[in-house]
């Protein structure tokens, strides 16, 4: 692929990216989409954040490993250029430019306000019910959290990585259920983790943009 489609490509992925961020900011500014922010966020405890940095390291461990086996290294963001996820805006295309920066950074602002909602759309998707699945379904459910992050554009290794945090927040949900027999709950517990989970992830890439700004 020739530099000048792949800067088109890049480009128009980060489009599509800002536009996602604009609507889930959009709906957080919601009376429907504020509610849940707020009790999504009024629910984090130290239950949830504990563990977030263990279960960092783990995933980051395992993804190193697998993207050492041939192939689980390729994603097609990675594959344009860009660097990690595509929601986090970093790509050649804007290296040594003053968007380098400016991207990435505006993407974290647009993120963070919407991040217990992109939470709750999975937790939806990939936990909501599984107290009634079996263990073959709810592994089955948990790897396909991982894969989904390849579909975005995440190297295939490390999305599969990102199973071991599917298979925690699962823990969680199952948890939560079985504590208080209530689907909503469970799922707004398994939110919280997630939530936890995100932000620290991007907490950090904001530290990594300023630093960079900076130096």
């Known amino acids: 692929m020739n530099d000048q489609l792949a800067n088109v490509l890049t480009f128009a992925v980060l489009g599509v990216m800002g536009v996602r961020l604009v609507t889930g900011l959009r709906h957080s500014r919601t009376f429907e989409g504020r ?15 504990w ?21 689980l290294d390729w994603g097609w963001w990675t594959e344009l ?29 647009l993120l963070l306000p919407a991040l217990p909602l992109f939470a709750h759309a999975e937790e939806r998707i990939f936990r909501s019910g599984a107290e009634g699945w079996s263990p073959a379904r709810r592994a089955l459910k948990i790897v396909q959290f991982g894969l989904i992050h390849a579909v975005i554009g995440i190297p295939v290794g490390a999305a599969l990585a990102l199973s071991l ?24 517990e398994s939110t919280a983790a997630h939530t936890a989970y995100n932000g620290l992830i991007v907490g950090l890439v904001v530290v990594a943009i300023l630093v960079d700004a900076v130096v």
Do not use: K, Q
């Open 81 to 109: 250029g860009g660097a990690g996820n595509p929601v986090f805006g970093s790509s050649d295309a804007t290296t040594g430019t003053v968007w380098e920066w400016v991207i990435p950074l505006v993407f974290m602002c």
């Open 35 to 49: 509610s849940l922010v707020v009790e999504v966020l009024h629910r984090i405890r130290l239950r949830h954040v």
């Open 165 to 188: 945090g599917g298979a925690y927040f699962m823990w969680v949900y199952l948890r939560a259920f079985h504590l208080s027999n209530s689907r909503s709950d469970a799922t707004l």
């Open 51 to 71: 563990p977030v940095p263990l279960l960092l390291a783990a995933v980051i461990a395992l993804a190193t490993a697998l993207m050492m086996v041939p192939g």
